[in-house]
């Protein structure tokens, strides 16, 4: 499904994290292991909205508000930076949101019966023509391909106008003053993308797509596993179609019809649990690094 968004086209952004949850974290110790990170919801939790629904990785990921403070202070030095090369940057503005909300919003599938009878496995129509409108506006800052000011931006020339370059521009340079280079979340990412998959794997979970696909066949549909209807190539075109909206119809009544989706967080939660306790050494590596990034990042902009 977010393939299907992705197609409709991504500008290249200027960021500084790659993933966003509705998670912030707070430490839960204990006296014979080290200790573990537990994500901090930041909406009241709905069992009947995936939305609300936080998964254990999350304590380790980015949450929206420090993504955001990282991205802000991130612009600001770079801008600083190429003022000392008589440019002034203008920035990639920050497109939209599209689709999903949080990282399980729409993990498991789609799951809003009134947006599915109107929009099918796509975004709501205004979101998607916000987003569409942003990017022709321009996703990308101000510079040109090649020439003094991406050299001063990326890097690639000793100087520019007599100026020092710093490594990898001023980019580079924003990037070790706020973490000592790019933040990263790879373990944590990891985990996440693993236990997806294994998830998948678990027998309540193969027993649950299974029942599934045997309620869409009973709608003239036939699919193996729920994320097959929503990846149907045949709905990633712009148009909304009336096979798309019957289809996706059928998918939220089976999926309320055979409990797949809080089946499979339950599954992937207890994996990735398993998963944190076993490697919580690396995983609080990522999430020290993080937190002093962010605190970084936050007196950068407080002395803005």
């Known amino acids: 499904m977010l393939e299907m968004i992705k197609r409709r086209g991504l500008g290249v952004l200027v960021a500084a994290t790659t993933v966003a949850s509705a998670a912030g974290c707070s430490l839960a110790a204990t006296d014979s292991k080290p200790s573990v990170v537990s994500p901090r919801p930041t909406v009241p939790f709905d069992a009947a909205d995936p939305a609300t629904w936080v998964l254990p990785i999350e304590g380790y990921l980015p949450s929206d508000s420090e993504r955001k403070q990282i991205s802000q202070a991130r612009k600001i030095l770079v801008g600083d930076c190429m003022k000392r090369f008589g440019f002034s940057w203008q920035p990639a503005p920050d497109l939209p949101?599209?689709?999903?909300?949080?990282?399980?919003?729409?993990?498991?599938?789609?799951?809003?019966?009134?947006?599915?009878?109107?929009?099918?496995?796509?975004?709501?129509?205004?979101?998607?023509?916000?987003?569409?409108?942003?990017?022709?506006?321009?996703?990308?800052?101000?510079?040109?391909?090649?020439?003094?000011?991406?050299?001063?931006?990326?890097?690639?020339?000793?100087?520019?106008?007599?100026e020092p370059v710093p490594e990898g521009g001023c980019l580079g340079e924003a990037d070790r003053k706020i973490a000592g280079g790019a933040v990263t979340t790879e373990v944590a990412q990891k985990v996440s993308n693993e236990a997806f998959i294994q998830s998948q794997q678990h027998p309540k979970v193969v027993k649950a797509f299974r029942a599934w696909s045997a309620c869409m066949k009973e709608s003239g549909f036939?699919?193996?596993?729920?994320?097959?209807?929503?990846?149907?190539?045949?709905?990633?075109?712009?148009?909304?179609?009336?096979?798309?909206?019957?289809?996706?119809?059928?998918?939220?009544?089976?999926?309320?019809?055979?409990?797949?989706?809080?089946?499979?967080?339950?599954?992937?939660?207890?994996?990735?649990?398993?998963?944190?306790?076993?490697?919580?050494?690396?995983?609080?590596?990522?999430?020290?690094?993080?937190?002093?990034?962010?605190?970084?990042?936050?007196?950068?902009?407080?002395?803005?």
């Open 222 to 304: 036939d699919y193996a596993r729920p994320l097959d209807a929503s990846d149907d190539p045949r709905f990633g075109t712009p148009e909304v179609t009336s096979l798309e909206i019957r289809t996706a119809t059928a998918d939220i009544a089976c999926r309320d019809r055979t409990d797949v989706a809080r089946i499979w967080f339950e599954a992937e939660t207890a994996i990735q649990k398993e998963t944190i306790e076993a490697r919580p050494e690396q995983l609080n590596k990522e999430r020290e690094s993080l937190d002093a990034a962010v605190k970084k990042a936050a007196d950068v902009v407080a002395g803005s």
């Open 97 to 162: 949101r599209l689709g999903p909300k949080t990282l399980v919003d729409w993990r498991y599938g789609i799951h809003d019966m009134a947006l599915a009878e109107e929009r099918g496995y796509k975004p709501a129509a205004a979101e998607q023509e916000a987003y569409d409108k942003a990017v022709e506006a321009g996703a990308l800052d101000k510079t040109t391909d090649s020439g003094p000011e991406t050299h001063a931006l990326e890097g690639g020339a000793p100087k520019v106008g007599g």
